[in-house]
């Protein structure tokens, strides 16, 4: 299991430079990677100041040499693809090759959607979703390409430079328990990133009941290969202590996740609260006594 942060675009993190330090000081304590939300707006009443998540990764990219970097999750259906497409390969390089892309419908879509005009109905955006991905795909792949499909339509073209990383820039998605479709869609691209109501309030990470219905539909949807080679992402907040958090996220590796993402926004309190947790380092799991 590798270890990530996760921390907002909005607020006290809507500064790039605070990122940057939280990216340095993050790499330095051990972490794996850095996650950044992806929000446009979230409230039209929210008097926050609201950064854009890709400045706020390369910026982050800039400052660190080792540690993932990426968006959880980016809202494809509002975002034109082939924008994004060219944003994520530009990362790519700049981080050497260490982006991994979460993408998933977009919450609340009142803020996110509606407000400027665009379809908030689920069914809409998970279309969009789809045509996005294919999208993604193809520009990435560096060979002529060309689309039609209902929302969105590409002349032939190619699109260079291709990503650092082959086949491509790894793509999780990211969906909400008890739903089906974003965890059967999953299973076409890299990783899954499953996300519980419960732990959106306590911080807790999911049930490992609800964590296995998730990793059956994954599994099923890949057979024969299963979950070989896909990454399982939950998030969640632990403990300063490296082996208390460890303890509580072994059952989790058991059950198969490759990936626990460090929710420090919320369930933290302030950011120096925060710089302290991710000073602390990421968990540390036993180490089996044959390794």
Known sequence: MRFAVNVPNFGEYADPRTVMRLAVEAEAAGWDGLWIWDHLLIDPDWRVEIADPWVLLAAAAAVTERIR???????????????????????????????????????????????????????????????????????????????????????????????????????????????????????????????????????????????????????AARAPRGLAGFDVMISGATPADPRAAGQILEPYAAAGVTWWSEGLNGWRGPLPEVEARIAAGPPRLAVPAEA
């Not at 009941?209 to 994954?218: I, K, T």
């Open 69 to 219: 970097l990426g968006p959880m999750v980016t809202p494809l259906a509002r975002r034109r693809p082939w924008v994004v497409a060219r944003q994520a390969v530009s990362l790519d390089h700049l981080s050497g090759g260490r982006l991994t892309l979460g993408v998933g419908l977009g919450e609340p879509p009142a803020a996110e959607f509606e407000a400027f005009g665009e379809a908030a109905d689920a069914r809409v955006r998970a279309a969009k979703l789809d045509e996005g991905l294919a999208i993604l795909d193809g520009l990435w792949r560096g060979e002529p390409f060309e689309f039609d499909g209902v929302h969105h339509r590409l002349a032939r073209m190619r699109f260079l430079p291709r990503p650092i990383q082959r086949p491509r820039i790894p793509v999780w998605v990211a969906g909400f328990v008890p739903h089906r479709p974003p965890f059967e869609r999953a299973a076409s691209w890299d990783g899954v990133f499953p996300a519980s109501h419960s732990t959106e309030t306590t911080g807790e990470p999911m049930p490992l009941d609800e964590l296995r219905s998730v990793l059956d539909v994954v599994a």
